[in-house]
Structures are given as C-alpha cells and as structure tokens.
C-alpha cells in the first residue's frame, strides 16, 4: 500500500535540510541556466518591444525614401505625398569651420515638418524643430572642436550659420547609421546655398512619409513605389525596418545569446546529474531503511522527487530574479547599439520559458538516478557502496523523453530552428562522443601495463576498476574545460578584430567632392603642409544596378522577388568608378583588364563574391542608372578585393569609355608621413576648407575609435553572457569532483588502514584527475574552439582571430582549477574515522 501524498510529504520535508545540504550543486546548476535563459530573454524582448513600438521616431516616418545625388522629381514627389505628409531632406559630410579651427560634419539639412514623429531635445532642455534661417543645431562634440559657443557663427562650405543650439536627443539617430562625424542640423535649403548640392556631388536626399489614415501597410506602399519607379535607385525602408543595422545586431546577439543559454543548460543538466547522483548515493541507507519498513519504490519516488522538486524550484526562481536584476546591466552595457529601456523589465512569456526548460531540465537530467534507485531491493542499496548498482534502462528512457522535451521546447519557441536544432544536434553528438571517450579511456587504461610506481598504478587502476565514476568525470570534465576555451576563444577573437591592422593601413584622411579640374590644386595644399603626403584620388559616383546577365536574357532587379545572398549591391544605388589600371588591392581571377584609354565596347570589372552570388560570368552585360541614365557595359573581367584595405574598394569598376561623362567629381585618400603633428593637420584641414569649400574631409582616426568603442561594447556583452558557461562549468567540475569524492570513502579508508601517508592519498587523487584531464584537454579545445567559432564567424561574422596563446592559458588555468578542485575535495576524505567509515558502508 502506498503512502498518502501528505505522509511522503512529511518524510520529504523532515528529510530536507533547511540549507539544502546535498542539492546545492543541483540548486547552483538550475540557478545559472535559469538566470540565463531570463536575462537572455528579457533582455531580446525588451529590445525588439522597443523597436517595435518606436518605429515610427526612430525612422522618422512610415515610410523613407532615399536616393542619391539628386532630389525627388515632381512625378516621385506627387506620387509619394498621395500616402501622406512628406518630409525631406539631405544627409552628407561637410567641412565646419572658423578662422582658427576645422572640423568634418556630418551635415543633416531637415525641412519644417522634421521631425514628424518624436522631438529634438537640446542640452538647455528645449523641445524643438527644424532650425530656420542660417540657425544651426549643433553637436557638443563638434561645438568644442570649433572652439566656438553657443551663439557664435562659423561656416559650412560657402554658407555661414550660427550655433543656436546643442542637441541631446536627436530622435531618429539610431536610423541614420554609423556617424564619420559628428551632427550638425540646419535647415533644408541651406546646403544648396552653400554650394553643396552641385552636380556630381555625394549626398543623400531623404523623404518620409507619415501615413495618411486608411492607406496600407508599409510594406504594400513599398511595393507600389518600386513597382512604379522601378529605375529610380531607391532605397526604401519601414518603420518595420527602421535601423536594419540595430535589427542585424540583435539578430546576431540573439542567436549568440540562444548558444549560450543552450550551453548552459547542455553543462547545467550535466551538474544536475551528478548532484542528484550524489545526493541519492548519500541517502542511501534511509532509502534502505524506507523499504525494509514496507516503502514501495512509488513511494521512493514521491518523497525524494518532492525534494528534488522543491530544490529545483527554488533554484528556478530564484534564476528568474537574478535573470531580471542583471537586464539593466546588460542593457547599460549595449546603451547606444540598441534601443532597449533602463530600468527592470518584466517579459512574462521569456521567464516562463525560461523557469520551463529549468524545470524541464532537472526532470530530464534526474530522473535516470531516481528512477534507478526505486527499482532495486534494500539489500542491494546497502551493499552499492561497494557494489555497485546495474543500469536501469527504464530510467535512462525518462531521461531521453525529458531531453526530447527540451529538444522541443527549443525548436518551437526559437526564432532560429536551424541555428538551436544544429546546436541541439552538435552538443548531443558531443555527450556521444564523451561517452565513447569514457568507455575508451577505461579500456585503454585496463590493457595498458601496470606501472611501476604504486601511485601510479593506484591512479589508472581507478579510473578502470568495477564502479568507477570515470564516465561521468569525463562527460563534466569534458564540457566543464570546453566552456573555458569558449570563453577564451571568443574574447580573444573579438579583441582579434578589434585589434586588425586597419588602424597601421587606414589612410588619415579621406576627402569627397574634390573638383575635376582642382587636382592639381588640391595635391599642392596638401602638400605645403605635408612634402611627403601619399595623396590618391580616383572618381567616384553613385548609381543602381538594372539588369545583369547574357545580353540576350538580362534579369531585370526589380523583377526579382527577392535579393540573393550576398548579392548586397543590387539594392539601391552603390558607388561606381572607373580606372584604366585594376585598383591597388585588387586581383583579377577571371577575364583580363582593358588597356589605358580604352575606346571599343563599354567594358565593366565585377566583384568576384558579387558575381557569384548572382551568377554573373565574363562576356555577360551589366546594366546601371546614373542618375536617370541607363548605361551597359560587358564583364571584362572579375576582381578579389581586399576589403579591409580601408582605401577606395568598388564593387563595379567601369572602363573609362563607360561613365566618365557622367556629372562627378573625385574622392581622395591622403596617408601623412608619420601621421603628422596636430597643429599641422589643423592648418591642413582650414586650408582645404579655404581652398575648396564644397569639399568635405573625413578624419579617419575618429571612425576607427568610433568602431572600437561599438565593438568593445559588444565585447563585454559577449563576454559577460559567455562566463555564465563558465560558472556552470565550475559548478559542473565541482559536482564531478564532490560526487566521485563519495565513492573514494571507501578506498580511501582502506588505503589508510593499509598504512597510506595524507601525501600519498593526495598525490593519488591529483595522478588520477591529471591523467583525465590531460587527455580530455584536446577533446575540451575542440568542442569549445568549435562552438567559438561559430559563434565568431556565422553569428557576427567577424574573421576568425583567436589568440591561441590566450587560448591555451586560459585551458591550462581551467586544467589548474580541476587539479585544485580535487585537491580541495580529497581533504575531507583524510579526515574521515575508519571506524565509522566502514560501518557505514
């Protein structure tokens, strides 16, 4: 007869130690891949909440229509304003400056209805508008490089403005992209009068549109646009889409996010297993004790499953307040990559998930060592000390359903099946692959022969002999060091990226909308104040790809449905060139290149990857608008280009005969000997602004600190959700370590009867856990390296970089930890009374 739930209830909760003695290593292991998965969760929720509801300001509109070099013609205008109000405006760099100073803008010309959505707060806590007259709103950053106050004039091109203001918020800043430059917002018509809006000058024209009610959706406007302006170059975005790159960003950092908190609960369940394994063993006698007394092995399973439970649940919850608690810091530490609100966020459906796979998790990994303790008679379970206990296939098939539960779980609650499923797929394919490793180690360590000296003979006779815990200790130790190398390797192959030789390449200087005939002139300015400056230039103009492929049977863009894969350059327009020598950096792998001046048939030189991806070969035809203006060329031939050059790269180089009528004018890189001194490349900057105001100069050294602080964001991003493996790794190797030292009672005592020193018994466990975990390093460095790897350059499509060193040392402090760790867990073992230990077992 079965014990009534609140009789087991009672022996369960008398039995549990207020301190949960014995279940901590199952409460730490819940707890970690809980808090996780919350934060994880909280975490993309709250973002894509934010970019969800904010749409509409952080784009500026419904809807942005963006072209280049050009403005809308009156046929465009009039079919855009029949959706709604309309809101236009340029974007370009600049030149600001004063008689003593210069400075590169990013120069943002708004007309009176910006913004239509959201407002411009400025430092002195005004709300305010478009700026009128020659009134500027300025950034700090820019104010100070100006020396200039609020008030005071300085010019921008051939126009002066006056500073009226200092911009705090600026709504729409996230749509607008990476900054080479700090804002200045003046009011539409003022670029024109600063003569930077000549033809064949680089800008952008932006045009929103605030929906009128009753008009579609986005997306259906979308479509009726480049349907009715199929050769028009536009760019169009969303509100839906209104930050591509935010939306790319947290795309990455949700995937990547989504491994980790996957891993965590691969190496939580491990721990889990382990502990329960433990705890059980340590309960054995009162197991014993329960059936001699008519307990039947239901009744096993209610009480210890009521404690399990409880632990587990416990550990669940309390994952979920750390999981919210830590929100703010991750978010604190992504301010300025993505929109996500300060403060505690509360996203019910992300923590319910996450205390389920909690739950599912101490289910899955628990059952097998509950299920396997019912089932044998209380002789047997006195005597497992010593004789250990069979496999109990019934236990292992619980643990199989809960884990295809889990499997489950993840793949209909992802955004990214294939990623969870491959992941999924790979970590159990990993637990496979230790398995076989366990089993091979002991057979290897039974046939290998017998050393000569008795610790170590000890110490493989260990990891052979009937009961040995070798399995488990590989699995944990096995997973437990991988989390190590992926912790490593990923940071480092950030720091790798961060740290490229782009900064010892990069040009100082790169300078647009240099006129044709002010070459010369140029080169002379640049060079009365810098002898030895390399200064190259090359034309340089915008236009969209039309059509490409066989003369015969060209594929028009907009007949596409959608853009293949690495085809980026068919949307929109793109820079284009044209050269009578292949470009430094550049390799031709297919075709050959014109001679200087050449004069026959229209001729084109596409980028190799671009080529592949539409399937674009040499003597097919390529088609592009300049502005208005359909132009075809033949594929001469197909480059590899060397895109971290940072000098001028183009998808599309024309031959000379091509484009070079086209309205244009040139870009410039210029390389100072040594990098120069600050006040010399002050003079250098007004000179140019005083020869050529409508140029317009970016500084190359202010994009790449720019670039490091975004990617050191997402650095310690990685690196604080990548130590969560750690810590269940830790906590894993911990559990190994505390369970395995419970089976070593026994030995141990015997050891010491037999006349064993302290430093032998100790020297034994540190031979034994050496020999392990030496072997299981190469295993640990492949799956970690592997996992890293993915994560590096599937997920954010960095290069792959790690520093092996940084690699290596951080495997050899987890090896050291594993050393200590067993160290630490064999003290109590040499305290422990033979007396009693023996009686006990």
């Given at each position: 007869?079965s014990?009534?739930?609140k009789?087991?209830?009672?022996?369960?909760?008398?039995?549990?130690?207020?301190?949960?003695?014995?279940?901590?290593?199952?409460l730490?292991c819940?707890?970690?891949?809980?808090?996780?998965?919350?934060a994880?969760?909280?975490?993309?929720?709250?973002?894509?909440?934010?970019?969800?509801a904010?749409?509409?300001?952080?784009?500026?509109?419904d809807?942005?229509?963006?072209?280049?070099?050009?403005?809308?013609?009156?046929a465009?205008?009039?079919a855009?304003?029949?959706?709604?109000?309309?809101?236009?405006?340029?974007r370009?760099?600049?030149?600001?400056?004063?008689?003593?100073?210069?400075a590169?803008?990013?120069l943002?010309?708004?007309?009176?209805?910006?913004?239509?959505?959201?407002?411009?707060?400025?430092?002195?806590?005004?709300?305010?508008?478009?700026?009128?007259g020659?009134?500027?709103?300025?950034?700090r950053?820019?104010?100070e490089?100006l020396?200039?106050?609020?008030?005071e004039?300085?010019?921008?091109?051939g126009?002066?403005?006056?500073?009226?203001?200092?911009?705090?918020?600026?709504p729409?800043?996230?749509?607008?992209g990476?900054?080479?430059?700090?804002?200045i917002?003046?009011?539409?018509?003022?670029?024109?009068?600063?003569?930077?809006?000549q033809p064949?000058?680089?800008y952008?024209?932006?045009?929103?549109?605030?929906?009128?009610?009753g008009?579609?959706?986005?997306d259906?406007?979308?479509?009726?646009?480049t349907?009715?302006?199929?050769?028009?170059?536009?760019?169009?975005?969303?509100?839906?889409?209104?930050?591509?790159?935010?939306?790319?960003?947290?795309?990455?950092?949700?995937?990547?996010?989504?491994?980790?908190?996957?891993?965590?609960?691969?190496?939580?369940g491990i721990?889990?297993?382990?502990?329960?394994?433990?705890?059980?063993?340590?309960?054995?006698?009162s197991i014993?004790?329960?059936k001699v007394?008519?307990?039947t092995?239901?009744?096993?399973?209610?009480i210890?499953?009521?404690?399990?439970?409880?632990?587990?649940?416990?550990?669940?919850?309390?994952g979920?307040?750390?999981?919210?608690?830590?929100?703010?810091?991750?978010?604190?530490?992504l301010?300025?990559?993505?929109?996500?609100?300060?403060?505690f966020?509360?996203?019910?459906?992300?923590?319910?998930?996450?205390?389920?796979?909690?739950l599912?998790?101490a289910f899955?990994?628990?059952?097998?060592p509950l299920?396997?303790?019912?089932?044998f008679?209380?002789?047997?379970?006195?005597?497992?000390?010593?004789?250990?206990?069979?496999r109990?296939?019934?236990?292992?098939?619980?643990t199989?359903?809960?884990?295809?539960?889990?499997?489950?779980?993840?793949l209909?609650?992802?955004?990214?099946?294939m990623l969870?499923?491959?992941?999924?797929?790979?970590?159990?394919?990993?637990?496979?692959?230790?398995?076989?490793l366990?089993?091979?180690?002991?057979?290897?360590?039974?046939?290998?022969?017998?050393?000569a000296?008795?610790?170590l003979?000890?110490?493989?006779?260990n990891?052979?002999?009937?009961?040995?815990?070798?399995?488990?200790?590989?699995?944990?130790?096995g997973?437990?060091?991988?989390?190590?190398?992926?912790?490593?390797?990923?940071?480092?192959?950030?720091?790798?990226?961060?740290?490229?030789?782009?900064?010892?390449?990069?040009?100082?200087?790169?300078?647009l909308?240099?006129?044709q005939?002010?070459?010369?002139?140029?080169?002379?300015?640049?060079?009365s104040?810098?002898?030895?400056?390399k200064?190259?230039?090359?034309?340089?103009?915008?236009?969209?790809?039309?059509?490409?492929?066989?003369?015969?049977r060209m594929t028009?863009?907009?007949?596409r449905?959608?853009?293949?894969?690495?085809?980026?350059?068919?949307?929109?327009?793109?820079?284009?060139?044209?050269?009578?020598?292949?470009p430094?950096?550049?390799r031709?792998?297919?075709?050959?290149?014109?001679?200087?001046?050449?004069?026959?048939?229209?001729l084109?030189s596409?980028?190799?990857?671009?080529?592949?991806?539409?399937?674009?070969?040499?003597?097919d035809y390529?088609?592009?608008?300049i502005?208005?203006v359909?132009?075809?060329?033949?594929?001469?031939?197909?480059?590899?280009?060397?895109?971290?050059s940072?000098?001028?790269?183009f998808?599309?180089?024309?031959?000379?005969?091509?484009?070079?009528?086209?309205p244009?004018?040139?870009?410039?890189?210029?390389?100072?000997?040594?990098?120069?001194?600050?006040?010399?490349q002050?003079?250098?900057?007004?000179?140019?602004?005083?020869?050529?105001?409508?140029?317009?100069v970016?500084?190359?050294?202010?994009?790449?600190?720019e670039?490091?602080?975004?990617?050191?964001?997402v650095?310690?991003?990685?690196?604080?959700?990548?130590?969560?493996?750690v810590?269940?790794?830790?906590?894993?190797?911990m559990?190994?370590?505390a369970?395995?030292?419970?089976?070593?009672?026994y030995?141990t005592?015997?050891?010491?009867?037999?006349?064993a020193?302290?430093?032998?018994?100790?020297?034994?466990?540190?031979?034994?856990?050496?020999?392990?975990?030496?072997?299981?390093?190469?295993?640990a460095?492949?799956?970690?390296?592997?996992?890293?790897w993915v994560?590096?350059?599937?997920?954010?499509?960095f290069?792959?970089?790690?520093?092996?060193?940084?690699v290596?040392?951080v495997?050899?402090?987890?090896?050291?930890?594993?050393?200590?760790?067993?160290?630490?867990?064999?003290?109590?073992?040499?305290?422990?009374k033979?007396?009693?230990?023996?009686?006990?077992?």
């Amino acid at each position: 007869m079965s014990l009534p739930l609140k009789a087991a209830w009672a022996i369960a909760r008398r039995d549990l130690n207020a301190r949960f003695r014995g279940l901590r290593l199952l409460l730490v292991c819940i707890f970690l891949g809980t808090a996780a998965l919350a934060a994880i969760g909280t975490l993309t929720t709250a973002i894509a909440r934010e970019l969800a509801a904010s749409g509409q300001e952080l784009l500026g509109g419904d809807l942005e229509v963006t072209v280049w070099q050009r403005d809308l013609s009156p046929a465009e205008r009039e079919a855009m304003e029949a959706y709604g109000r309309v809101s236009s405006g340029f974007r370009m760099q600049a030149m600001a400056s004063t008689p003593d100073s210069a400075a590169p803008v990013e120069l943002k010309a708004v007309d009176a209805r910006w913004p239509m959505f959201g407002q411009l707060v400025l430092a002195d806590g005004r709300k305010v508008g478009a700026p009128t007259g020659n009134d500027a709103w300025i950034a700090r950053s820019a104010l100070e490089r100006l020396g200039i106050r609020v008030g005071e004039s300085f010019r921008i091109g051939g126009a002066t403005v006056r500073a009226a203001g200092v911009i705090a918020d600026e709504p729409d800043r996230l749509s607008e992209g990476f900054q080479l430059g700090p804002t200045i917002i003046v009011a539409a018509d003022m670029p024109a009068a600063a003569g930077l809006t000549q033809p064949g000058a680089l800008y952008e024209s932006k045009h929103r549109i605030a929906f009128r009610s009753g008009v579609g959706s986005p997306d259906a406007v979308e479509a009726a646009i480049t349907r009715k302006f199929p050769n028009a170059g536009f760019n169009v975005r969303t509100r839906d889409k209104a930050s591509p790159g935010a939306e790319r960003f947290v795309r990455q950092m949700s995937d990547f996010l989504t491994l980790v908190g996957l891993a965590a609960l691969v190496i939580a369940g491990i721990g889990i297993a382990g502990g329960v394994s433990s705890y059980l063993d340590q309960r054995r006698a009162s197991i014993a004790t329960l059936k001699v007394l008519g307990a039947t092995s239901g009744d096993i399973v209610r009480i210890y499953a009521m404690q399990i439970g409880v632990a587990a649940l416990a550990g669940s919850l309390a994952g979920l307040v750390a999981g919210v608690a830590v929100t703010p810091l991750l978010a604190r530490a992504l301010a300025g990559l993505l929109p996500v609100a300060s403060g505690f966020i509360i996203a019910p459906g992300a923590l319910a998930l996450a205390g389920a796979y909690g739950l599912l998790v101490a289910f899955a990994f628990a059952a097998a060592p509950l299920l396997r303790a019912r089932t044998f008679p209380a002789m047997a379970l006195m005597r497992s000390g010593i004789v250990p206990l069979a496999r109990d296939w019934r236990a292992l098939a619980a643990t199989a359903l809960g884990l295809a539960a889990i499997c489950a779980l993840a793949l209909l609650t992802t955004a990214q099946p294939m990623l969870s499923g491959g992941f999924l797929a790979g970590a159990g394919g990993a637990l496979a692959l230790l398995a076989v490793l366990g089993w091979a180690i002991q057979a290897t360590a039974r046939r290998l022969p017998r050393p000569a000296n008795p610790l170590l003979r000890s110490a493989l006779a260990n990891i052979h002999r009937p009961g040995a815990p070798t399995g488990a200790l590989v699995t944990a130790l096995g997973f437990g060091l991988a989390a190590f190398v992926l912790l490593a390797a990923v940071q480092s192959a950030i720091d790798g990226n961060i740290a490229r030789r782009v900064p010892n390449e990069a040009p100082d200087y790169f300078v647009l909308d240099v006129p044709q005939d002010g070459e010369a002139r140029f080169g002379e300015v640049v060079r009365s104040q810098f002898p030895a400056a390399k200064i190259r230039s090359v034309p340089t103009m915008r236009g969209a790809i039309l059509a490409y492929g066989p003369k015969d049977r060209m594929t028009r863009v907009a007949d596409r449905k959608e853009i293949p894969e690495g085809a980026w350059a068919l949307r929109g327009e793109r820079g284009l060139t044209y050269a009578d020598t292949a470009p430094p950096g550049n390799r031709v792998t297919e075709g050959q290149w014109w001679s200087p001046f050449h004069r026959g048939e229209p001729l084109v030189s596409v980028d190799a990857d671009f080529a592949k991806a539409v399937g674009l070969k040499v003597g097919d035809y390529l088609t592009v608008s300049i502005l208005g203006v359909e132009r075809t060329a033949r594929v001469a031939s197909l480059r590899e280009i060397d895109w971290e050059s940072m000098g001028f790269n183009f998808t599309l180089v024309f031959s000379r005969n091509a484009i070079s009528d086209a309205p244009h004018k040139l870009a410039a890189t210029i390389e100072l000997p040594d990098k120069g001194d600050s006040e010399a490349q002050g003079r250098l900057l007004r000179a140019l602004v005083k020869e050529m105001p409508s140029s317009s100069v970016i500084e190359v050294g202010g994009i790449l600190v720019e670039a490091r602080k975004l990617l050191e964001q997402v650095s310690l991003a990685t690196l604080a959700a990548a130590a969560v493996t750690v810590l269940a790794g830790l906590a894993v190797l911990m559990g190994a370590i505390a369970a395995a030292r419970a089976a070593r009672t026994y030995d141990t005592v015997m050891l010491r009867v037999m006349g064993a020193s302290r430093r032998q018994i100790l020297l034994l466990q540190l031979a034994e856990y050496g020999l392990l975990a030496g072997v299981l390093a190469l295993v640990a460095l492949l799956l970690g390296g592997g996992l890293a790897w993915v994560v590096i350059t599937q997920l954010f499509e960095f290069d792959w970089l790690p520093d092996w060193g940084e690699v290596l040392g951080v495997l050899g402090l987890g090896l050291a930890l594993v050393l200590a760790f067993a160290l630490a867990g064999s003290l109590p073992l040499l305290r422990a009374k033979p007396a009693r230990a023996l009686r006990e077992l």
